[in-house]
């Protein structure tokens, strides 16, 4: 584990950002997988408990006891991913002080000692890059498998190849604090795939870089918001994020190019629900083409 300067003396390089809700069997290994990163520098976790109604709240607070100079938590008494607050963009990104940015959900954890400090490096060292990600394995019940996601692009414009599909598994990234600025998150409590958003968004102004290790675990499980959604309801949420971004990202060209991609998305999916006789889908999808 790092050596722990007080907040007072010190601000923080990195902040990890990880939010939990009913991660009971799972936020320990997550936390312990923080905690361990063997730095020069020093970092803050900051822990968002979405009102768990297990006992997640519990061991965070065990850990708060254990290291008040590094676990900063906040502890809702309401969900507020239900009431749509945008728990990243609202509540977690506005108390971030790091220059720096890492993310861990608290059902995916972290496995390599030297992470943190291997993607800080890299950065600080190559002004032209603005985040970092590294390789993944996938931990499906007690079984680990290799990532099937994460590859290397030879395209020097990581927006394009983005666009193309993510290649990015969220607990993998450190970026630049200083470009959250400029993310325009939908209004009105929009749901869209968080993780594919931000990173569209960051790519207009720089390029990453994929260390190839593997430093980290993403998790599939039962509780898992979006692992093991049904395959219509991720469409669903992926045409409306590419709609969004369509209207929100701040490069017209990057605009143009996401509304291609969401016009062939989705006249792509009314033709198959057309043929299914999925009329309900269709006319979610006529709904989002109209605006």
């Known amino acids: 584990m790092n050596e722990l300067i007080t907040i007072d003396n010190k601000k923080?390089?990195?902040?990890?950002?990880?939010?939990?809700?009913?991660?009971?069997?799972?936020?320990?290994?997550?936390?312990?997988?923080?905690?361990?990163?063997?730095?020069?520098?020093?970092?803050e976790i900051l822990v968002h408990d979405d009102a768990s109604t297990d006992k997640t709240a519990d061991i965070i607070k065990e850990y708060e006891k254990k290291y008040p100079d590094l676990i900063f938590p906040i502890y809702q008494t309401e969900n507020q991913f239900s009431q749509k607050k945008g728990v990243f963009s609202n509540i977690q990104c506005p108390r971030?002080?790091?220059?720096?940015?890492?993310?861990?959900?608290?059902?995916d954890y972290w496995t390599a000692p030297l992470k943190l400090q291997k993607q800080v490096d890299f950065l600080e060292n190559n002004n032209e890059y603005i985040l970092c990600f590294h390789e993944m394995n996938i931990l499906k019940g007690n079984e680990v498998y290799p990532d099937f996601i994460t590859r290397n692009e030879n395209s020097p414009n990581t927006f394009n190849a983005l666009l193309k599909g993510n290649f990015i598994h969220t607990p993998s990234?450190?970026?630049?604090?200083?470009?959250?600025?400029?993310?325009?998150?939908?209004?009105?409590?929009?749901?869209?795939?968080?993780?594919?958003?931000?990173?569209?968004f960051l790519s207009q102004y720089g390029r990453f870089k994929k260390i190839?290790?593997?430093?980290?675990?993403?998790?599939?499980?039962?509780?898992?918001?979006?692992?093991?959604?049904?395959?219509?309801?991720?469409?669903k949420r992926f045409a409306r994020t590419l709609l969004e971004?369509?209207?929100?990202?701040?490069?017209?060209?990057?605009?143009?190019?996401?509304?291609?991609?969401f016009l062939k998305f989705t006249l792509k999916r009314i033709l198959l629900a057309f043929f299914k006789l999925d009329f309900e889908t269709v006319k979610y999808y006529l709904t989002l083409i109209r605006g």
Request: hydrophobic fraction near 35%; proline fraction near 3%.
């Open 173 to 200: 990234i450190v970026f630049r604090r200083k470009y959250l600025s400029s993310v325009n998150y939908p209004k009105n409590g929009v749901l869209v795939l968080g993780d594919y958003y931000l990173l569209l």
């Open 12 to 43: 923080p390089l990195v902040s990890v950002l990880c939010q939990a809700y009913n991660h009971e069997p799972y936020i320990r290994q997550c936390l312990d997988g923080i905690i361990m990163q063997k730095t020069k520098f020093f970092f």
């Open 96 to 107: 971030a002080r790091g220059k720096y940015i890492a993310i861990c959900e608290g059902d």
């Open 212 to 235: 190839s290790e593997i430093m980290g675990i993403y998790r599939v499980h039962i509780g898992g918001v979006w692992s093991l959604s049904e395959s219509k309801h991720k469409e």
């Open 245 to 261: 971004l369509s209207r929100n990202l701040n490069k017209k060209n990057y605009r143009n190019a996401t509304k291609k991609k």
